[in-house]
């Protein structure tokens, strides 16, 4: 096996982890846009609000699987792939921050409710950013582990670089 072609197949399976990460988070919007935008008609006060959220909120998160699933690159060069797989490991490790400022943001809501003209409005909300702040860190969390784990493979094929007075090769065991 080439080292192009030892590339190549860990870019296709990072591609995978991507990929599959974004059909989870795609399942999970299109379920909720549709329940959230059957019993946000069907319930009122506090519910009614709750699942608008979740709806509304998904809508976002459909874009973002989507876009994810398509926007893959498959870097050419063994810097190409580093970058690519250090770029998908500090986007993660920001989302989960950004996850937790939305469970946060849930609580504040749900505090704010208590002196509100709004209060089951904002009750409704707060548990909907709740629920899907704590949905988005546990999906964050699970695939930057799982980049993290198939980026470890980087180390090998980075190891296995081996430099001569004759140029660059790369020694691959079988």
């Given at each position: ?9 860990f870019n296709a ?5 991507q990929?599959?990460?974004?059909q989870v988070?795609?399942?999970w919007?299109?379920?909720n846009?549709i ?8 319930t009122?006060?506090e ?10 909120w998904?809508i976002?998160?459909a874009?973002?699987?989507?876009f994810g ?5 498959m870097p050419?060069t063994l810097?190409?792939t580093i970058?690519e797989?250090?770029s ?6 920001v989302n989960a921050?950004?996850?937790l ?13 208590k002196?509100s003209d709004?209060e ?5 909300f707060?548990?909907a950013?709740?629920l899907?702040?704590a ?7 699970a695939?930057y582990?799982?980049?993290a784990?198939h980026g470890k ?18 020694n691959?065991?079988?």
């Amino acid at each position: 096996m080439s080292g192009d072609s030892v590339l190549q197949t860990f870019n296709a399976e990072r591609i995978s982890i991507q990929q599959t990460g974004m059909q989870v988070l795609g399942s999970w919007a299109l379920a909720n846009i549709i329940i959230g935008g059957i019993n946000s008609t069907q319930t009122h006060g506090e519910s009614s609000a709750f699942w608008q959220m979740n709806a509304g909120w998904n809508i976002v998160n459909a874009s973002i699987a989507g876009f994810g699933y398509f926007a893959q690159s498959m870097p050419t060069t063994l810097s190409g792939t580093i970058a690519e797989q250090h770029s998908i490991e500090t986007l993660l490790a920001v989302n989960a921050g950004l996850d937790l400022a939305y469970i946060v943001g849930g609580f504040y809501l749900r505090e704010k409710a208590k002196t509100s003209d709004q209060e089951t409005r904002l009750r409704g909300f707060g548990n909907a950013i709740i629920l899907q702040g704590a949905f988005l860190l546990l999906f964050d969390a699970a695939l930057y582990a799982a980049n993290a784990h198939h980026g470890k493979q980087l180390q090998s094929i980075i190891q296995s670089i081996s430099f001569t007075s004759n140029g660059i090769g790369m020694n691959i065991s079988f």
